[in-house]
């Protein structure tokens, strides 16, 4: 049986920008979407803009859009709703109290559990990981982990939703839905899945993620499939990854500005088609190596981000997901583990909704289970440390320490019995003596592969009713039939 | 004095002053200079001294940019005089470059497209979202050496394929050389379609297209 156990009222805070700050960054973004403009290059979404009075050029595809259009747009969006799961047991409230961590995408390569060979990503894989993940306490919800590249390309994204659906019972979240036309489908299978389009607008199982295309540009395909999305209450999130001194400017302040103009604009224009559309934040900035230009993931650029924008989008009052297990390193490593560690506490401090990116390695491209057991490993650490410290009468253990009293011991003490449960115990940390290490000096990498293994060989989750797999089947069927027909996505 | 000249020059691209070297330019026209001159010897040192700083860290990037694109401004001022003096700067090799249809991704192309154009490459840039048989024609325009395809997704990567297979169609394969880069691509995924090589930066591509063309 598939469980979450998320982060739950930090009793840590963190204020990395004030809230004169946060207004400073927001009358900076405002001013920039009014006088420079963000290019939105859909036909649709310019004649929303255009309908709702925002200076529109259909020649070079860029919106100009006043600060009080903006802001009451965003009023629109619903501060709290749920993200539905197949088991309504798993629904998750974002309700800015939880953190939830999920995997992210999209890998192109997968570090195969039995070889340990790096190799291309197929539906198998986007199978596989979806049945590890659901058996894991730390995973609250998917996001579509690696790219099903043995699919065609028009309906790939829907054969990696439906190997999730039949492979797990929690959420599903998907950056892979890119044309109008796949979206249709996407939504179309999400109905079958929750019961019907009301089911859906109340319980979402299905929640998209599209990408910015930094610097204040938007892809239209993704705007188109998001438009889409939205009319069916899907909740829609826009992702920034405008990162310091290249699609960004070097400054973290400013890399801010520029991100937050792409979401905030995106975001204002799903509520002005599809007013109180459940939409969210979504984030990923870094700092560019200054040598190669390459997106880090990592690094203290990294981490102060996580926190500013988490301030920003309780700002706007939306719900925040925050590309924390972003690490750059090719392997499993001390690289991975620092980056994970500070991102995630930082970005879980401020109690960001949604956390992404376990289990993926090098800024996102290598899917490795070992890191998904370990950055599982980095939630409970932290889920651990943001429970903070009780101080009552019965933590404060007065009669224990009577008891033992000056050269005792508590390990016997019935206080101990009570609590030491609570403390917590590593599954990935090397806490064994020198000479237990010498004699099998294996690696925590080695027991999270180890670990993995068990999972994929005895998880067995709640199997999908077989006549709703067949229907999401034939949905995806007829989209490659369309596809044959029309390579080109409709118009939406 | 032209000593003074070419180190002014050489001064404009080591700071990344486009305006300074476009000036420095039009001065040396006026004194006579020969424009194949003023770039060996004015222009090409400045980038060296870059590239040189850069190989061991202490510039990076950004000033890279910065010098190639001061290199592009001074030659595009030389190049009429060039050409009524009908002289030709020697040219590494000719270079197509675009990113795959379907794809509007153009950041990483771009800056691939400026490195190889200031290291003595011809470039032809076709912009974004190209179909696979513009690739074809203007390689065979231009009489290309390398191909250079671009793509960030991994739905629109496979167009690479697509990209190669159409110049092998054609016959401009073996002799026109492919070279693929973007966020997905990976080497193994450059073996499987055939291309001649892959880079993940722009160094490296540069690098790259250097070897495919025996410079």
């Not at chain 1, 004030?18 to 963000?38: F, Q």
């Not at chain 1, 007065?398 to 003490?413: H, K, V």
């Not at chain 2, 990567?157 to 880069?181: I, Y």
């Amino acid at each position: 049986m598939a469980g979450i156990d998320p982060i739950v009222d930090p009793r840590l805070r963190l204020e990395v920008l004030t809230a004169e700050e946060v207004r400073r960054i927001h009358a900076a973004t405002l001013d920039v979407i009014e006088s420079v403009g963000v290019r939105f290059p859909s036909p649709r979404a310019l004649d929303v803009w255009e309908a709702h009075g925002a200076s529109v050029d259909r020649q070079t595809m860029v919106v100009r859009a006043p600060g009080t259009l903006i802001e009451e747009a965003l009023r629109q969006a619903p501060p709290v709703y749920p993200l539905a799961a197949r088991d309504p047991a798993l629904d998750l409230p974002l309700d800015g109290r939880h953190v939830y961590a999920g995997t992210d995408g999209c890998g192109v390569e997968v570090i195969d559990l039995e070889t340990g060979e790096k190799r291309r990503s197929s539906l198998r894989d986007v199978e596989e990981i979806a049945r590890v993940c659901d058996a894991l306490e730390e995973v609250a919800f998917h996001w579509v982990p690696v790219s099903a590249q043995d699919r065609p390309p028009a309906s790939r994204s829907l054969h990696e939703l439906a190997a999730i659906w039949r492979n797990s019972t929690k959420h599903v979240q998907t950056e892979s839905v890119v044309t109008a036309r796949e979206a249709r489908a996407a939504v179309e299978m999400a109905r079958a899945i929750a019961g019907g389009a009301d089911e859906l607008r109340r319980r979402p199982v299905l929640s998209i993620m599209q990408c910015t295309t930094s610097p204040l540009a938007q892809d239209g395909g993704s705007l188109e499939a998001a438009l889409v999305a939205a009319e069916a209450g899907l909740p829609v999130g826009f992702m920034t990854m405008a990162s310091c001194a290249f699609t960004g400017p070097a400054t973290v302040a400013g890399s801010l500005v520029v991100g937050n103009a792409e979401v905030v604009s995106a975001l204002a224009l799903m509520e002005l088609a599809a007013p109180g559309a459940p939409v969210y934040y979504a984030a990923a900035q870094t700092a560019i190596d200054l040598r190669n230009g390459a997106y880090t993931g990592g690094g203290p650029e990294d981490f102060l981000f996580g926190a500013a924008t988490n301030a920003l989008a309780d700002f706007y009052n939306v719900p925040l997901s925050m590309g924390s297990f972003a690490t750059g390193a090719k392997e499993p490593d001390w690289q991975a583990g620092i980056e994970n560690s500070l991102s995630t506490f930082m970005a879980s401090a401020v109690v960001s909704d949604m956390l992404l990116g376990v289990g993926l390695l090098y800024g996102s491209r290598i899917w490795s289970y070992e890191q998904l057991l370990m950055d599982c490993e980095i939630y409970a650490i932290v889920r651990s440390m943001l429970r903070g410290i009780r101080v009552d009468d019965e933590s404060l253990a007065m009669d224990a320490i009577r008891d033992a009293g000056p050269g005792g011991d508590y390990l016997t003490q019935p206080h101990t019995q009570r609590h030491m449960r609570e403390l917590f115990r590593p599954r990935f940390l090397d806490r064994r003596s020198y000479g237990a290490w010498e004699t099998e000096p294996d690696r925590p990498r080695d027991w999270a592969r180890r670990r993995a293994k068990e999972l994929l060989a005895g998880h067995r989750p709640e199997p999908l009713d077989p006549g709703l797999e067949a229907e999401l089947a034939g949905i995806v069927v007829a989209v490659e039939v369309e596809a044959e027909r029309s390579p080109e996505s409709a118009p939406a | 004095m032209t000593s003074e000249l070419f180190a002014a020059m050489r001064q404009s691209i080591v700071e990344g002053d486009a305006d300074r070297a476009e000036e420095l330019a039009a001065r040396a026209l006026g004194e006579g200079m020969d424009p194949l001159a003023a770039i060996d010897e004015g222009y090409v040192p400045g980038l060296r001294h870059v590239g040189d700083h850069f190989a061991i860290g202490e510039m990076f990037l950004p000033e890279m940019m910065l010098a190639a694109r001061a290199m592009k401004r001074a030659v595009a001022v030389l190049e009429p005089e060039m050409a009524r003096r009908a002289s030709r700067r020697r040219v590494l090799g000719r270079v197509v470059l675009g990113t795959v249809h379907g794809d509007i991704h153009e950041i990483g192309k771009n800056l691939v497209g400026m490195m190889l154009s200031a290291s003595g490459f011809e470039v032809h840039d076709l912009g974004v979202d190209v179909p696979f048989e513009r690739f074809v024609e203007k390689a065979r325009e231009v009489d290309a050496d390398i191909v250079g395809v671009s793509a960030l997704l991994t739905t629109t990567m496979v167009g690479q394929r697509s990209v190669v297979e159409a110049l092998r169609d054609a016959g401009l394969r073996p002799r026109v050389k492919v070279m693929v880069g973007g966020a997905p691509v990976t080497r193994g995924w450059a073996e499987e379609i055939g291309a001649d090589g892959y880079s993940e930066d722009a160094v490296g591509a540069v690098n790259l297209a250097r070897q495919l063309v025996g410079a």
